[in-house]
């Protein structure tokens, strides 16, 4: 699964809980706090006014990969 804008972040996070961990550091609040993310990926990097959505998106692919290997 390649992860885009387009991917809901609940199938993300239920599919490699270790995104949990990229979402944080790219400053998406509400995983600390235990709230839910609803929608997908773009429409949080939005909400959150992440910076750079495309590094983003990198960091979440490659911990996916990762995931996928072991």
Do not use: Q
Not at 9 to 19: F, L, Q, S
Request: a negative charge; proline letters at 6%.
């Amino acid at each position: 699964m390649t992860i885009t804008k387009k991917s809901v972040v609940e199938e993300v996070i239920g599919k490699y809980p270790a995104t949990v961990d990229v979402f944080i550091r790219f400053g998406m609040p509400c995983f600390v706090c235990g709230e839910p993310a609803w929608g997908t990926v773009g429409e949080n990097v939005e909400r959150h006014k992440v910076k750079d959505p495309e590094k983003l998106l990198e960091a979440l692919n490659e911990v996916a990969a990762d995931s996928e290997e072991k």
